[in-house]
């Protein structure tokens, strides 16, 4: 797939098949790409405007126009993996205003979900790239489940096909959770970049439960080392896979003025707190 522009491959196959990820039997399909954080694809200019962070008013043709997002989704999954992919959306879809609908065959711009080999994993392009735009769900092989266990895989690339980033790349990230960087695979260490207070915006507080969060041991160099840990007490557990939190579902809300009116707000903040993590 290199010719949709994945620019920002940073290692090599090579250099990836030699590495042991911490408490993983095998690397985690989210991690495996080699791109940026792990999971996510960025165009050049793109990427040197995250590099200072990101706001989505610099950039607004990355948002998706009125919070639509046609999808179509690859032949090749089993009914069963189907299945998963489609619950994550009807999730997505009954949590916040976006509405992911199957594309009509005449929208330019679509999201083309596809169990892509090279690079496989799962991975995204962050907010609307334009065209037929790829998400990468890998499905279930004998190693694993891969992307498509639970729906919260195929939530989280999902989230960064709206816009969405890492928890953990937050500006004020250093006030809650501590970077080991002495265990982090040398190559990856960029990955725990965080962007700039000049220009990123927050309207939630820190969520450790965000299903965008790294798990305490992303891209270890040594089982049972740590490379991000809470600093906040009565803190259990950082990240997870299982389905939007409270603040996923409410930042996703936010981003697309799903709070313009009164009774949309209560609606959606409702929805969240009674279904989010």
């Known amino acids: 797939m290199s010719s949709i522009h994945l620019c920002l491959i940073s290692v090599s196959d090579e250099g990836l098949s030699n590495i042991t990820l911490s408490d993983e039997e095998t690397m985690d399909p989210e991690l495996s790409p080699g791109l940026f954080q792990g999971d ?127 928890e953990q790349s937050r500006w004020d990230r250093d006030k809650f959770v501590k970077i080991h960087m002495d265990n982090i695979i040398p190559q990856f260490k960029a990955n725990f970049d965080k962007q700039s207070l000049d220009n990123t915006t927050y309207s939630f507080e820190y969520d450790y439960d965000s299903i965008m969060h790294y798990g305490r041991f992303f891209f270890s160099k040594k089982k049972g080392k740590p490379t991000i840990t809470p600093k906040q007490p009565n803190v259990k557990g950082i990240g997870q896979r299982k389905a939007m939190s409270k603040g996923d579902c409410m930042k996703l809300n936010d981003l697309y003025g799903c709070y313009k009116t009164p009774a949309k707000r209560r609606k959606y903040y409702n929805i969240c707190n009674f279904m989010g993590l």
């Not at 489609?86 to 711009?109: E, H, Q, T, Y």
């Not at 279930?140 to 816009?163: F, Q, S, V, W, Y």
């Open 40 to 166: 996510m694809a960025l165009t050049n200019d793109f990427y040197n405007f995250w590099r200072v962070g990101l706001k989505f008013d610099i950039f607004p043709d990355k948002l998706w126009k009125n919070g639509v997002v046609p999808y179509t989704i690859s032949p090749l999954y089993e009914p069963s993996e189907l299945v998963t992919i489609l619950k994550a959306i009807k999730l997505i879809n009954f949590m916040s205003c976006v509405r992911l609908v199957p594309w009509d065959g005449n929208a330019k711009d679509y999201l083309l979900i596809w169990p892509i080999k090279y690079p496989k994993g799962c991975w995204s392009f962050v907010g609307r790239y334009g065209g037929a735009q790829i998400l990468s769900l890998q499905p279930p092989d004998n190693k694993g489940p891969n992307c498509l266990g639970t729906e919260g895989r195929a939530i989280h690339e999902l989230m960064h096909a709206l816009g969405v980033f890492h």
